[in-house]
């Protein structure tokens, strides 16, 4: 049963364009959202985070937007530059109870100069 | 700062034997995770602890055990291996927040093939 999904395994766009990665949770009691960036031969870097009392976080270029009624995530880059080439994960969590993250299956993003 | 540290970060086994994968969480977190990631997939959850004690366990069988040692290092074993047991074996690190979340801080990874 995968309670995070990713399904655009790959995305193109072009350098100094915008790239939305989307990422869609069945488990409404997920209340904490993660968005990781991983590198060949790297582990996955964090790269922004959204609370459920939320539904917007920016941090630079990065901005996430959460619907919760959607059940829906969504990672948002402005401008795109080359080296956000990666492949991206979201992650979903309760703040309460167990500690662990349910990871979707990734999207790979090739931003093209 | 010295972030996570894993080893060994490649290695090969051959089916039925065991395997120990090591981590170093970065200076003062506690909490140590360990996510198997097979390819073309996301990292599955396998186990977390917190002071030394088991606070979750994934959807994997017992073969898998993990412990965490006084100074917050921890090893996974996995007995008995099996071919599809071939992945990248991530740990993390985090503060546990108040709140029960935090963000996880990830080594590069073992990487173990099983033949």
């Known amino acids: 049963d995968q309670q995070v999904k990713q399904n655009s395994p790959s995305l193109s766009v072009q350098e100094g364009r915008i790239s939305i990665l989307n990422c869609d949770y069945t488990n409404s009691m997920f209340d904490y959202f993660l968005w990781y960036k991983k590198y060949p031969a790297e582990g996955p870097t964090f790269l922004i985070s959204i609370s459920s009392i939320k539904d917007k976080n920016e941090d630079g270029r990065f901005t996430v937007f959460l619907n919760k009624s959607a059940k829906h995530l969504s990672l948002h880059i402005v401008p795109s530059q080359p080296g956000d080439s990666a492949v991206y994960f979201c992650?979903?969590?309760?703040?309460?109870?167990?500690?662990?993250?349910?990871f979707g299956t990734g999207t790979r993003l090739k931003v093209l100069a | 700062d010295a972030g996570v540290t894993q080893s060994p970060t490649h290695l090969i086994k051959t089916r039925g034997q065991h395997v120990t994968l090591r981590c170093s969480p970065i200076?003062?977190?506690?909490?140590v995770s360990w996510y198997q990631q097979v390819l073309g997939q996301g990292p599955q959850f396998i186990f977390q602890?917190?002071?030394?004690?088991?606070?979750g366990r994934g959807n994997f069988p017992d073969r898998f055990s993990a412990r965490q040692f006084p100074n917050y290092s921890s090893e996974l074993n996995v007995n008995a291996l099996l071919l599809g047991d071939s992945a990248l074996y991530l740990c993390a690190s985090s503060l546990i927040r108040g709140s029960g979340t935090g963000e996880l801080f990830f080594g590069e990874g073992s990487r173990l093939t099983v033949l």
């Open positions: 992650a979903a969590s309760f703040t309460s109870g167990t500690y662990k993250y349910i």
């Open positions: 602890y917190y002071e030394k004690e088991e606070r």
């Open positions: 200076s003062g977190h506690k909490s």
